[in-house]
Nanobody
Framework: EVQLVESGGDLVQAGEALRLSCAAS????????IGWFRQAPGKEREGVSC????????LYGDPAKGRFTISSDDAKNTVYLQMDNLRPDDTAVYYC???????????????????WGQGTQVTVSS
């Protein structure tokens, strides 16, 4: 059973940066596609980014393009999401999720991801 634990969420001001971490256990991240999603109150869950660490392939949703960077550390079995120039509309609970495949299989559609973390809160004040 794959387990995912997110960390790094915080309260920051607009323009600041955060790095979220997603630590995996039960499988090596090289066998998984790991994505980041977020959900703000009253809104649907949306895809942020995905990485297939086995080949380094990455995918970014519109909210992330140009500001967020996804990366992986195989030795730590962890995926990171570096978020720069944060805006108030980035405020949400951020989840990491995984499935056995590559990012191209389900892209950033949540329904394709089998394993989910508990989420970490990111709040950006203006």
């Amino acid at each position: 059973e794959v387990q995912l634990v997110e960390s790094g969420g915080d309260l920051v001001q607009a323009g600041e940066a955060l790095r979220l971490s997603c630590a995996a256990s039960g499988a090596t991240i090289g066998t998984l596609a790991i994505g980041w999603f977020r959900q703000a109150p009253g809104k649907e869950r949306e895809g942020v980014s995905c990485i297939t660490s086995s080949d380094g392939d990455t995918l970014y949703g519109d909210p992330a393009k140009g500001r967020f960077t996804i990366s992986s550390d195989d030795a730590k079995n962890t995926v990171y999401l570096q978020m720069d120039n944060l805006r108030p509309d980035d405020t949400a609970v951020y989840y990491c999720a995984a499935h056995r495949g590559d990012c191209g299989t389900y892209e950033l559609y949540p329904i394709g991801y089998d394993y989910w973390g508990q989420g970490t809160q990111v709040t950006v004040s203006s």
